[in-house]
């Protein structure tokens, strides 16, 4: 479709009158200022908050800074009243004259000085954000500001946190490590199931907990860089059924849906928490599922095996555009969680967490790509309608108990059945084409761990894992292409291929902190991992099998065992620490494929060293320098090739291998939490001295791909992000930037070795109001730029821009406005814009019981959106499909 830039001018109108009514609004403020003092001394930390006249509501509150200077702002208008309170000091209320317009107003204070006695009870008012050592507490209720539905809106509302697109949560660079509610984990890196169910109603508390332990034993002991959140519920949410249950339907299009049900109880000893959602209007209700069945966590303590997965082979052209979600997933999509913590005893708790998930996923998209390959140049068209069918069954429990105050045993077990059909009709140059995938995958995975305090900074931890988990795929084409690969007389094809993997493994991990702060590790253990590859290429005229090239199947079986110890210590010299590390590795490596028996027994060092400087409280240095030896896998050494998706078949190296690599790490952070500036820069720099590459003959209708070993690969990147909160304008600041550059060399149509340059830029902005009054803004922008540069250059750049409002006319109405921007520079001008808004009104009848909304999305109805991309062989600009306006009426409804 083609893009009518006459009918969408009139936004850019409408955003410039929006921006200069934001402006009016943010420095069209009352500002009222002054000094405390008391007792003829300046008064520091003491509380100032303005209400209205009769001390029903707080429009605003602050607290004075070391030289006893306040300042408050609101863009309201009337009489209100000041109230001052600190330690040792009486109350005072002053009421302020009538304001009309905006004005600067001093009042400085004096307060009357009184000691505390014993038996006094001083109330203050609550501060939106306390620090108490690692924990930092944020009041809900500050932050609110009417619009919000689930626990995902309240959390992208709180300063300091990050909340992607996707739903990922970060603080800097790092994401968190779970959402707890009234400290239990239901869903570990599965949080999305929560925040985006969960209603951010009884939410009264959001408590951010920093150098935060999975294992309790471990606090105070390990060095912990993770980052958890904690949910306090408000005092009637808890030890009740409650829940609530939205339901909307489509006004002006056909069979839109959305059902979404939340039913709850958090007591004291026991929690449920049931949740349901069905809709086809686009909601991605689950996030990425792997991260709930497998939850990875990187160098901690009896992690053994989190790392460990059977990869599936092949995969159909599912890949969407880059837009919010809810715009291009075409779904159907039924969710069903039981979830459940039992306090059996005071030592014995028990989780279970049972989930389904059913979905049909439809895609469409048109592609034109122009390959260029030395004196070799073709293009291709595809034209894609497919759709996706996929059933997920998981079940986990979790058994913790408390052998005594110093012993923990921890039991999880796990279980998943995926099932997954695809099919697609492709359009390829003319030719029309059938592709069908059938894929399952079935996990069995148990995990025992004992922990063992033996001293009170001394911990022992043993952990065993077994693994067994299945990737069987069935694959079809009903038209024959590859008559270029093949002599034969044949009409279709076929492919079945399957990886099987067994883990098993077992690992003792001593922690020891000395008395200096110095910290002692050392790790023992085994594991043993077993993959069977197998692969089955048939060329078939009808249902009649023609052939089944010798070249094209594959039956390896791939055997490593991996014999380690590792020993880290960590050198405290004041506020200097230095990591010393060294990882030593015996593998014993074992390939069966047919009848042909390999074996080696490498043996390697992998060290690191690293540097941390804690300058002061508000600056911070870490570095590190690691050399780093991995062994190859299955899908690196398989003999033979297989087909890998349409027109692509890839073989391995057919030979052992251990990839070297060296890498080197510069952190630096500014702030803490509660400041109000904070800001991280990220450097990383990693040598590949020897990488897997590609040997590959590029056609028309084919792409052949081999493995080769190449020596010589860099990668830099760079990722630096500052928030800045300015209490002129009750706005918080986000600032980014990043950028990265590689190098890696190829083989392209028997060409010598090609050298390849990547580099990439990106930065951006995000302004966020948090008015206490009626209006709200958020308003972003981030662009992007890319190049590819071989015997040829190709480069692209991009940029995305938003606006998002939020009115609040009453207690009872509000309604917001989101806005998208989207510029391409490489494509035709008629195609490289897209303008997007949707709107989102909300009555309450009665509140924290019942409210209708009125939903509408992408009121443009803009129906196709494109994008550009290049590599090192080829460009593409690519049309996807986006789903096409509707307007949602809603009911939710709250018991």
Same mark, same amino acid.
Request: net charge positive; aromatic share 12%.
């Given at each position: 479709m083609k893009v009518n830039l006459n009918k969408v001018n009139p936004l850019r109108i409408k955003v410039h009158i929006l921006l200069l009514f934001i402006s009016t609004i943010s420095f069209g403020q009352t500002h009222i200022f002054g000094i405390v003092k008391g007792h003829g001394e300046i008064i520091s930390q003491a509380n100032i908050v303005l209400k209205t006249d009769n001390n029903s509501q707080i429009i605003a509150y602050t607290t004075s800074n070391e030289k006893g200077y306040y300042e408050i702002t609101t863009n309201k208008k009337g009489k209100f009243v000041l109230v001052v309170s600190a330690l040792n000091y009486q109350p005072i209320s002053i009421p302020t004259e009538q304001i009309e317009v905006a004005e600067k107003i001093e009042k400085n204070i004096a307060l009357i000085y009184k000691p505390i006695e014993l038996k006094q009870v001083i109330i203050v008012s609550e501060r939106p954000i306390t620090v108490k050592k690692d924990t930092v507490t944020f009041l809900a209720k500050s932050f609110l500001q009417g619009n919000e539905q689930v626990v995902e809106?309240?959390?992208?509302?709180?300063?300091?946190?990050?909340?992607?697109?996707?739903?990922?949560?970060k603080v800097g660079n790092e994401e968190v490590e779970?959402?707890?509610?009234?400290? &239990?984990?239901?869903?570990?890196?599965?949080?999305?199931?929560?925040?985006?169910?969960?209603?951010?109603?009884?939410?009264?508390?959001?408590?951010?907990?920093?150098?935060?332990?999975?294992?309790?034993?471990?606090k105070g002991i390990e060095n912990s860089e993770k980052i958890a959140l904690n949910l306090k519920l408000k005092d009637d949410a808890k030890r009740i059924w409650f829940g609530n249950m939205q339901l909307g339907y489509g006004l002006i299009t056909e069979n839109r849906y959305e059902v979404r049900g939340n039913l709850m109880n958090f007591g004291k000893k026991n929690k449920h928490y049931i949740l349901a959602n069905l809709n086809n209007i686009g909601f991605d209700a689950t996030g990425d599922i792997n991260y709930l069945i497998r939850p990875f966590r990187f160098n901690e303590p009896a992690s053994i095996g989190d790392n460990q997965t059977a990869n599936t082979i092949l995969g159909l052209q599912s890949e969407t555009a880059?837009?919010?979600?809810?715009?291009?997933?075409?779904?159907?999509?039924?969710?069903?969680?039981?979830?459940?913590?039992?306090t059996i005893s005071p030592k014995t708790k028990l989780k279970?967490?049972?989930?389904?998930?059913?979905?049909?996923?439809?895609?469409?998209?048109?592609?034109?790509?122009?390959?260029?390959v030395g004196n070799v140049n073709f293009k291709n068209?595809?034209?894609?309608?497919?759709? @996706?069918?996929?059933?997920?069954?998981?079940? @986990?429990? &979790?058994?913790?108990?408390?052998?005594?105050?110093?012993?923990?045993?921890?039991?999880?077990?796990?279980?998943?059945?995926?099932?997954?059909?695809?099919?697609? &009709?492709?359009?390829?140059?003319?030719?029309?084409?059938?592709?069908?995938?059938?894929?399952?995958?079935?996990?069995? &995975?148990?995990?025992?761990?004992?922990?063992?305090?033996?001293?009170?900074?001394?911990?022992?931890?043993i952990s065993g894992r077994y693994i067994n988990e299945k990737t069987p795929q069935s694959y079809a084409v009903n038209q024959f292409i590859y008559q270029d690969l093949f002599n034969q007389n044949t009409n279709n094809i076929a492919q079945t291929s399957e990886n099987k993997m067994q883990f098993a493994g077992f690992e003792a991990h001593l922690l020891d902190r000395k008395n200096n702060g110095e910290l002692l590790e050392i790790q023992f253990g085994n594991q043993f991992r077993k993959d069977d590859l197998i692969s089955h290429f048939q060329l078939k005229s009808n249902e009649i099998i023609i052939n089944e090239p010798l070249d094209y199947q594959n039956q390896l079986s791939y055997f490593t065992n991996d014999l380690y110890l590792i020993t880290k210590y960590r050198f405290k010299f004041n506020k200097i620490s230095v990591l010393t590390q060294s990882d030593l590795h015996q593998l014993f490596n074992k390939a069966e494929n047919f009848e042909t028996l390999k074996t080696e027994k490498p043996f390697f060092i992998n060290p690191?060293?690293?540097?941390?400087?804690?300058?002061?409280? @508000?600056?911070?240095?870490?570095?590190?320098?690691?050399?780093? @030896?991995?062994?190859?896998?299955?899908?690196?050494?398989?003999?033979?090739s297989i087909h890998t998706g349409f027109r692509s078949f890839s073989k391995g190296t057919s030979n052992f291998n251990q990839l070297d690599a060296s890498s080197v790490?510069?952190?630096?952070?500014?702030?803490?939490?509660?400041?109000?500036?904070?800001?991280?820069?990220?450097?990383?720099?990693?040598?590949?001295?020897?990488?897997?590459?590609?040997?590959?003959?590029?056609?028309?209708?084919?792409s052949e791909s081999e493995k080769i070993l190449i020596k010589g690969r860099g990668f830099l990147t760079v990722s630096s992000n500052m928030d800045r909160y300015f209490k002129s304008i009750s706005s918080n600041l986000k600032l980014t930037f990043g950028g990265s550059k590689s190098n890696y060399k190829n083989i392209v149509n028997n060409s010598d070795l090609r050298e390849i340059r990547n580099s990439s830029l990106n930065y951006g902005f995000e302004l966020r109001s948090g008015f206490s009054g009626f209006f709200n803004y958020h308003i972003g922008s981030k662009w992007n730029y890319n190049k590819v540069k071989t015997t040829v250059t190709n480069s692209f750049k991009d940029n995305m821009s938003f606006l998002d409002l939020s009115f609040m006319m009453s207690e009872k109405f509000n309604f917001q406005i989101q806005t998208e921007r989207y510029y391409f520079g490489n494509l035709e001008r008629q195609y490289n814009k897209y303008y997007f808004m949707d709107l989102d009104i909300k009555y309450i009848v009665k509140e924290n019981n019942l409210t209708f909304s009125l939903s509408g999305q992408n009121l443009f109805n803009t129906e196709t959106f494109r994008n550009?991309?290049?590599?090192?062989?080829?460009?593409?600009?690519?049309?996807?499909?986006?789903?096409?306006?509707y307007m949602l009426i809603k009911m939710d409804f709250r018991f």
């Open positions: 809106d309240l959390l992208k509302k709180i300063p300091g946190l990050n909340v992607t697109s996707d739903g990922t949560i779970k959402v707890m509610i009234d400290g &239990d984990d239901f869903f570990e890196k599965g949080y999305k199931l929560l925040t985006k169910n969960m209603p951010a109603s009884p939410i009264e508390k959001v408590e951010l907990y920093q150098h935060y332990s999975n294992n309790k034993h471990l880059n837009l919010r979600q809810k715009k291009i997933n075409f779904n159907n999509a039924e969710l069903l969680s039981l979830n459940s913590i039992y279970m967490l049972g989930f389904f998930n059913s979905d049909v996923n439809d895609f469409f998209k048109n592609s034109f790509q122009s390959f260029t068209t595809e034209d894609i309608v497919g759709r @996706k069918v996929k059933i997920t069954g998981f079940g @986990k429990i &979790d058994l913790t108990h408390d052998i005594s105050k110093t012993k923990t045993l921890e039991y999880t077990g796990k279980f998943n059945r995926t099932d997954e059909k695809n099919r697609s &009709d492709l359009n390829f140059n003319g030719n029309n084409i059938n592709e069908k995938l059938q894929s399952n995958n079935q996990l069995f &995975d148990q995990k025992l761990v004992l922990t063992s305090k033996l001293k009170k900074n001394k911990v022992v931890l690191k060293l690293g540097f941390e400087w804690e300058i002061n409280n @508000k600056n911070k240095i870490l570095t590190s320098y690691s050399l780093n @030896k991995t062994n190859a896998t299955i899908l690196d050494v398989y003999d033979n790490l510069l952190n630096y952070t500014y702030g803490s939490w509660g400041d109000k500036f904070f800001a991280n820069t990220f450097l990383l720099y990693s040598r590949n001295h020897n990488f897997f590459s590609t040997n590959t003959l590029v056609a028309q209708n084919y550009y991309a290049i590599n090192d062989i080829s460009v593409s600009k690519t049309e996807y499909k986006l789903q096409p306006r």
